[in-house]
């Protein structure tokens, strides 16, 4: 219970997020933070991750239930991990909240702008997705070096 609670924050931070980018950045187009690093500009991406497949709004949808899915199904069978639960946790918080952009707008809001490191644009969400598929990438090659280990 406590995941999907967690969950359901982390998607309502999402939108609250974006809820500020629409009606207060969205009006300036970009608000520096640390000038010339970090500026939160308002973004409407209409694609995948740095701007791909722009237009592929039902792709997209078909591909996040399916992913979310997939998920869910891997989860359901390692029921003892805590540590994949979070990751789950985080990857499908992250999957929501921009499905929910695509579904109710049409596109995924975008404002977080390190400019100072890279041109792409971000938002929470992608913040979720992330930093949940790399502890999962982190978590699968410490499981893939004890198995060799234990091989040995």
Not at 100 to 123: A, E, K, P, Q, T
Request: proline letters at 0%; glycine letters at 8%.
């Amino acid at each position: 219970m406590i995941y999907v609670i967690s969950c359901i924050v982390m998607v309502l931070l999402d939108q609250a997020s974006k809820y500020y980018a629409k009606t207060v950045i969205r009006s300036s187009g970009s608000i520096a933070v640390i000038k010339g690093f970090f500026h939160l500009t308002y973004l409407e991406n209409r694609g995948a991750a740095f701007g791909m497949l722009q237009g592929q709004r039902v792709i997209f949808t078909i591909m996040t239930v399916l992913i979310i899915a997939i998920i869910l199904s891997y989860v359901s069978k390692n029921k003892g991990s805590i540590a994949l639960k979070w990751i789950a946790t985080f990857i499908i918080a992250g999957a929501i909240g921009n499905l929910i952009d695509r579904l109710l707008l049409g596109y995924v809001v975008d404002f977080i702008d390190f400019r100072g490191i890279w041109s792409y644009v971000f938002n929470v969400a992608d913040m979720f997705v992330v930093c949940g598929a790399f502890a999962m990438a982190l978590r699968l090659l410490l499981e893939e070096k004890a198995t060799k280990k234990i091989r040995e």
